[in-house]
């Protein structure tokens, strides 16, 4: 079965730390991969996508991405956390198949993250 | 203003009422989708809407049902509302080009009590 894994309920960093955001994908064919954010009583808020290319992928807000296909993962990462930055974060995967019929998105559970000053 | 808006952005009402969500979007968007977001069960699709003539359902549809009234507006409606409908919904639209590498715009939520 194709899934999204955040394997982290709550990742609690120091203002001023680097911050990772984990997410692990289990998908048939070519992924195509999301990074959302939710900030309290908000929508999501889409931050970046791979898709195909680079595998370290730039987003909003100074946050990063990197796509590894050997792990199947696709960590966001951020050089220096913000108390700004405290969020739900969720990934999202889309697979598509050698014939590249449409998949549906698969959301992972979402990660809340913790900035603390 | 925003580009997804939702309206109520709360309600509260009692079981067995029929309460309407409503959604409409100014981005020019074809698709439009309905989630309901519970904690610890993150997104669930409700309904997908690809055009003003294509309505899908997805993996939690049994319950609820939606109209498109246009290309900018697709409302959810809860027949007869259950105390386990309670939950935060949320309408997304995305651009139909490039379709699967594109991310989904979501209005801001309504946070749906069922008493």
């Known amino acids: 079965a194709q899934s999204v894994a955040q394997p982290e309920d709550q990742v609690n960093v120091a203002e001023g730390n680097p911050l990772t955001v984990k997410c692990t994908y289990s998908v048939s064919g070519n992924p195509y991969l999301f990074w959302y954010v939710q900030y309290p009583n908000r929508g999501l808020q889409f931050l970046l996508k791979?898709?195909?290319?680079d595998n370290l992928v730039k987003g909003s807000y100074g946050f990063e991405a990197e796509f590894n296909k050997s792990q199947t993962s696709f960590h966001l990462k951020k050089p220096s956390a913000l108390v700004s930055d405290s969020a739900l974060y969720f990934c999202a995967v889309r697979a598509l198949n050698n014939a590249g019929n449409n998949r549906k998105l698969i959301w992972g559970l979402g990660t809340s993250l913790a900035v603390n000053p | 203003d925003a580009d997804v808006t939702q309206t109520p952005r709360n309600r509260i009402t009692k079981t067995g009422k029929r309460i309407m969500l409503e959604c409409s979007q100014t981005?020019?968007?074809?698709?439009m989708y309905w989630y309901r977001q519970d904690p610890g069960l993150g997104l669930r699709l409700i309904y997908y809407?690809?055009?003003?003539?294509?309505?899908n359902k997805g993996e939690i549809s049994d319950g609820y049902s939606v109209s498109r009234q246009a290309q900018a507006k697709f409302s959810l409606s809860l027949e007869s509302a259950i105390p386990n409908q309670t939950a935060l919904y949320f309408c997304a639209t995305s651009d139909k080009a490039g379709t699967y590498n594109q991310p989904q715009h979501f209005g801001d939520g309504t946070r749906l009590s069922i008493l």
């Open positions: 791979y898709i195909t290319g």
């Open positions: 981005k020019g968007h074809d698709r």
């Open positions: 809407s690809f055009d003003v003539k294509d309505i």
